[in-house]
């Protein structure tokens, strides 16, 4: 009967590395060949079509029709030379993942013939069945098409065979319907308001990009055991299965010798990304077994996205060559760490300025200061809409279930920065005053020290922490797309900024020096936004309580945080930077909640397919095991001496009983109450619904069919267990 599950195992656990197609030129050589980057536009496109194409991406400047026909040709040439056959325009729509949809180069020659083509047309925009994408009821209101169109600042590429465009996806009405047009427009949301600032401090900036530098954690499976588990395959997790004897206790997996066969995987991947022009650099061990970490080189937020989301399907491409199967879900292992992923954001001037470094002048830390107090000022005001930002079905697992980071958002800083503030707070009108001078020493802010930048602690229990020359979101899921997370902190910070830089002005031209305007602004916003700052331990009961009385967003329940998209404050903001409209925030959050809601329908309906069908069977046949023993050894001994020897078969098979009926009333009331909820017509109150009574039947339905897994007999239990699918040879 288990004979399935014991084939299953031992094919995992005989499995070799797979031998990796080492290019033999150095990574130099092969980085970025399959990217139509600025080398091949230069060979492949007529000189003045090439200075055309530079000037828009640099200037941000649209396309002719004749210029796009132009890049077109000398694109689709690459392509075929690099083995391309077929084009696809690349977006985010509002599900995780990328969308694609492949045409061959092929047309009619008028000769009965086909010949290959690609035009301008072709190129900068498309319509895709936009039906079949999620929009929240943008579509049928305005009883419009989608389109996508070219974003001609993130390069196309090859993958599979195929070039791919990477586009944004919009309605005709304007309306977007992916993730990338309102993460471009955050962009220029964010350039904008901190190039102003960062004018008070040196009037020669001329723009400001935001840097992304992720760290995507996931899980790896070998593909027998996944294809045995149901569960992992349908929904992305285990919806049951007890606890390893050992997992994370010992804490020998963190930075431990990688698996052979992880080796090559990770190997494979990394020679992939870098053709693809994806600068990974870093990968080691997690804290869970099997459990590992990737992270690239950062860049500009845009780019460092696209390649982020390009990596995740090329990681399930390159796992399946290896008999892995990749595990990109937030929790898949209960009782085990789950997967996040870092979002490491930075703001640099075109001067080569990092904002949020500290200077070696007194004048060059005012600005880091301003940077970083604003950013806090930004997160505090905006701390329930940021979390709404990273929140999903399934990070949802992951916040606030005693692991990184807790389900409320606030802001690590360090000690020495944590100093720098305070000094800062507590500074007088004459300190203020006497800022330019040299007797006050500049509030010690000519000697912040670069130490910082190593010495930040690593507060590992902190959801947004300083790093020294960056802040590092680490509550974004590692399955989910980093721009919603992205769009809203950009936004947030634009929208401070813009704020700071108008009251900044009205100053100066009442008179006042720029110092200690901005000195005494800054004063103000510490103190407006000290709630924000928490350098404790994040995963304590004492947090959530002085949280709680911080005033600090403290809800727990995934469809409602999503209504902080819908709060007046993050409406006006959003609207004031121009990144979301409030019909474009109305859609995504049906979307949302209706995203919610399927998922955990999924995952309810697999769980009692899996209890009614998987588990109770093999435990009724266990238990009739075990009666049939009783049986024969009352009809063998006297019976005083039977019920002595059959005594723990007895308490087994009670036990037995009691779970399966427990499970069998569960799974029906879990049926019932998704019925219940599916006859609610609003996605928001249904999503609710799905939280608040099908959710917490799935828990305890877990929970007893764990009990019998240590019960039923080994052999019997037909899923792998935890210690199988969590430990690779
Ligand atoms: P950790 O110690 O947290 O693993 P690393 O130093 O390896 O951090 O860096 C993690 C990520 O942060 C990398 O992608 C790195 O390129 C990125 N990073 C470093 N400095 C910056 C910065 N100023 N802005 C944005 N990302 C950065
Ligand atoms: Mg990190």
Redesign the pocket.
Known sequence: MSSLRFKVVEEAFDRKAVAVNIPKERPEDYYGCRVFNRGAMYKYLPSDTFAALANAIDNKQPLSRELADSIAAGMKRWAIDNGARHYSHWFHPLTDGTAEKHDAFIEHDGKGGVVEEFTGKLLVQQEPDASSFPNGGIRNTFEARGYSAWDISSPAFILDETLCIPTIFISYTGESLDYKTPLLRSLNAIDKAATSVARFFDPEVQHVTC?????QEYFLVDEALYSARPDLALTGRTLMGHESAKNQQLEDHYFGAIPSRVEAFMLDLEIECHKLGIPA??RHNEVAPNQFEL????EECNLANDHNLLLMSLMNEVARRHNFRVLLHEKPFKGINGSGK?N???L?TDKGV?L??PGKTHIENLQFLTFIVNTMAAVHKHNALLKASIMSATNAHRLGANEAPPAIISIFTGTQLARVLEKLENSTADDILEFNTKSSRSMGLAQIPELLVDNTDRNRTSPFAF?G??F?FRAVGSSANNAAALLALNAAVADQLNEFHARISARIAGGEQMEHAVLDELKTLIIQSKAIHFDGNGYSDEWKEEARRRGLDCETSAPKIFDAYLSQESIDMFARTGVLSKIELEARNEVKWEMYTKKIQIEARVLGDLALNHIIPVATRYQSMLVDNVVKLRSLFPEVKANRLAAHDLTTIESIAEHMAVIKGETDAMVEARKVANRIHSERERAIAYHDTVLPRMDSIRYHIDKLELMVDNEMWPLPKYRELLFIR
Do not use: D, Q, V, Y
């Open positions: 840097n992304l530098g992720w760290e650099k870093t992270a690239p080189i950062f870092h490491n954001w930075s640099g990092l949020f470094a790093t020359n960056r590092e």
